[in-house]
């Protein structure tokens, strides 16, 4: 039973077996519906006897699609394409697809031209579009030019509930500067992600929310901009810090800035909370290991990416329940010892 000469059955050997044609094995292998039930039976049966395991090359060929789910992204931020790929990857574990990362740089002018290339020459079964390229409509439009399936993921709904995965930034920014102001801060800052954002705009849209909600009024002078990383938090904190009155918190956009923001209070021989409380967005690992560890909003990242594999996967022989629910995902404040009341109300 081996006509490829390797040991293995071959598609071949399951015809033979089964008395029909190399088509018909490849009917059941790909769940035609054109088949009938005694026939389909009797060859899983040989499959599961033979231990015969599809070739997904032919396959691919047959079907004219890979296997593959693209994930594609420009984000600065690693921990978050990170936590995508760990809930795809999830979703992807046991089924016949497989991952594959495809950076750009979206500030090419081919850009949009190098993901019809990859989209062509991988033939995925579907892809996976990060903020804030997932934010370009040109993108979506591509895939449908080209059959290709895809979910774009954001900080606000973007498309039909089967091609969206979306947060709830600025709702949950609110949330947590609310906490602040609870607490009795009034001096309160913001490190505002990079400009051509979508998560950025709805986070400083959250912030300004909460601050004209409150006994205060939001203060232009008490906003920094920097661009997701770390030596930016740095930067953005040691400005906002300078100014006077001193602020008693300071909410940053994502974590890794809010890390920078609480290096540059400890260069300035600040204690954090006493004299200066810091909340964070995402949750990623660096806020549960820093000193002290970080109050920040939970940004439900391995739900979202779980989510858009499923999308994807959706009428397939790997299909999950609950495939095209609804797309928003709440994000939800976690709170830890970078927080309390300032020490002069």
């Known amino acids: 039973m081996d006509n490829d000469g390797s040991g293995k059955a071959t598609i071949n050997d399951i015809a033979r077996l089964a008395g029909v044609s190399k088509k018909t094995v490849s009917r059941v292998i790909n769940r035609s519906a ?15 006897e033979t231990g015969y395991v599809p070739n997904p090359q032919a396959r691919a060929l047959a079907l004219r699609r890979n296997f593959l789910i693209g994930l594609v992204h420009d984000n600065p931020n690693a921990q978050m394409v990170l936590g995508v790929q760990q809930g795809i990857l999830g979703v992807l574990k046991g089924t016949e697809y497989e991952l594959i990362v495809h950076p750009v740089d979206r500030g090419s002018t081919t850009m949009v031209a190098d993901i019809r290339q990859f989209v062509e020459r991988q033939r995925p079964h579907g892809i996976v579009l990060l903020p804030p390229i997932s934010e370009n409509p040109e993108l979506a439009e591509l895939c449908r030019q080209l059959g290709c399936r895809y979910v774009r993921m954001g900080s606000d709904v973007l498309d039909a509930p089967e091609n969206s995965v979306a947060s ?42 909460a601050m004209y909600d409150g006994p205060m009024h939001f203060n232009a002078q008490a906003v920094e901009r920097g661009d997701y990383r770390f030596e930016s938090g740095i930067a953005a ?64 990242i391995l739900e979202m990416g779980r989510a858009a594999a499923r999308k994807l996967l959706a009428g397939t022989r790997d299909a999950q329940p609950e495939a095209a629910g609804d797309p928003l995902f709440l994000s939800t404040l976690i709170e830890r010892a970078s927080v309390a009341s300032p020490r002069v109300a």
């Open 34 to 48: 054109l088949l009938n039930e005694d026939t389909r039976q009797n060859i899983e049966a040989i499959i599961r």
């Open 168 to 209: 709830n930034d600025r709702a949950a920014v609110h949330a947590a500067v609310r906490h602040l102001v609870d607490l009795g801060h009034r001096f309160i800052g913001l490190i505002a992600g990079p400009e051509g954002f979508r998560s950025a705009f709805e986070r400083f849209e959250g912030f300004k929310d």
């Open 237 to 300: 904190g040691e400005r906002l810090l300078a100014n006077e009155p001193r602020l008693t918190a300071i909410f940053a956009s994502n974590d890794e800035m809010a890390a920078g923001a609480l290096h540059a209070a400890k260069r300035r021989g600040l204690d954090v909370p006493g004299d200066l409380s810091i909340v964070g967005f995402d949750d990623t690992a660096i806020a549960a290991h820093l000193w002290p560890p970080l109050t920040t909003v939970r940004w439900p």
